[in-house]
């Protein structure tokens, strides 16, 4: 497993959101005792944004979330259980995810549609509901704007540490905070990826604002992001904003709107970066860079082409630095190519030059933690990116033995 980012120096002490606390707890769903359980709330009513899983298998808690931001886009808090999915769980599975909102509202003495659910693990157990409900007033009793680790910490299945982003912005003459937390670690294939990810911010975003940024942000971040070509039926991302700055709320048209997005879009992306660094079994990371692709789509589908090859992955962890998988990724990959106009590079080692090796590969391309391939297609100007990583033994060994 890659090591885990640096962590930025204001992150060494508690990262604090205004107006927003986090808890996280041991409920018992993990036979580990480990924390499985995370409250985040707001101290009053926030504008909320969200994505979700493209899978058309949707698990309780994504649908339950989807019909409360499309009623009202307003939020309060969000609770976060890891250890099970509440996936293809029937009635009883929106039951639970509706009783689990309704207690944490009681609890928090807010109105329950105001409070959102996810849920990430195994598919297809119900959820151990008793334990849940015990486990709430805990949850909101050791409720502390110092607790995000915490929270963090709840949200994690096979990760092997805390994914926490912080970014803090000028705004009209004050500091707004943007600060997010995710999980994931594998079944990774965009839109999404099975990850969640929660990102609170005081600064005051009008609703519609607050959507398209996360939209855009998701774009470059997320939905860039490749593991194992498999969806989950439980990705969300959710965006609360609490206005505790009080700014004039940011509006598209407003001044500060690309300040915010570009911020916003900066936190997702490391995030993201966290993710393919933690991937199941993973020893490298790896960015897939594809430029000058006659339209976006050609460049997306090349760069996510190249990111999702098994044979491009394991040739990665192999360290063996064959190109000859990746030109193969590009010609299947439905973009419009002419081959003797693509260049290939290796962290900025050319190995390909008008469609053909340019020189002897050294063997120690594939060798770093951190790899770049780039793709010149040679005939546009456009690009696109994508994250991911190499395919070990490992990957296979851990997921052998995740049972449903």
Not at 243 to 253: A, D, E, S, V, Y
Request: glycine letters at 6%; proline letters at 3%; aromatic letters at 6%.
């Amino acid at each position: 497993m890659l090591p885990s980012p640096d962590e930025k120096p204001f992150m060494k002490h508690s990262v604090i959101v205004p107006g927003f606390k986090f808890s996280g707890i041991s409920s018992g769903i993990k036979k580990t005792k480990k924390k499985d359980l995370a409250l985040i709330y707001s101290e009053n009513t926030a504008a909320i944004a969200g994505i979700f899983t493209a899978n058309k298998i949707k698990a309780a808690p994504v649908k339950l979330d989807i019909t409360r931001i499309r009623r009202s886009g307003k939020a309060r808090a969000v609770i976060i259980n890891s250890g099970n999915a509440n996936a293809c769980t029937g009635r009883r599975g929106i039951k639970d995810a509706h009783d689990i909102a309704q207690i944490t509202a009681r609890e928090l003495r807010s109105a329950p549609h105001l409070v959102y659910v996810a849920s990430t693990g195994l598919i297809g157990r119900p959820l151990p509901l008793i334990k849940i409900k015990k486990a709430i007033p805990e949850s909101v009793r050791k409720l502390s704007s110092r607790s995000i680790r915490h929270a963090a910490s709840a949200i994690m299945t096979t990760d092997t540490f805390t994914k926490i982003d912080v970014k803090k912005i000028l705004i009209s003459g004050k500091t707004g905070t943007i600060a997010g937390i995710a999980k994931g670690a594998g079944m990774m294939c965009p839109h999404l990826a099975t990850m969640l990810c929660f990102i609170v911010t005081d600064i005051a975003v009008e609703r519609r604002a607050l959507n398209a940024a996360l939209r855009e942000a998701a774009e470059k971040s997320f939905n860039s992001l490749t593991i194992d070509n498999d969806m989950s039926t439980n990705d969300t991302v959710l965006l609360l904003s609490n206005g505790f700055l009080k700014n004039k709320p940011i509006t598209k048209n407003s001044f500060f709107y690309k300040k915010f997005e570009n911020a916003l879009a900066e936190v997702s992306y490391n995030l993201s970066k966290m993710i393919a660094m933690d991937a199941e079994g993973a020893t490298k990371l790896v960015k897939v860079r594809v430029r000058r692709a006659k339209t976006t789509s050609d460049a997306e589908k090349a760069s996510r082409a190249i990111a999702s090859s098994l044979l491009v992955k394991t040739a990665l962890y192999g360290e063996n630095p064959n190109w000859g998988r990746i030109m193969a990724a590009i010609g299947y990959s439905g973009a419009h190519i002419q081959e003797d106009k693509i260049a290939i590079y290796i962290n900025n080692f050319k190995v390909v030059n008008k469609g053909t090796g340019a020189r002897k590969t050294p063997k120690h391309l594939f060798q770093k933690n951190e790899i770049v391939i780039t793709a010149d297609l040679g005939i546009g100007e456009k690009e696109a990116d994508m994250l991911t990583c190499d395919l070990s033994e490992k990957y296979v060994k851990i997921n052998a033995g995740y049972m449903t």
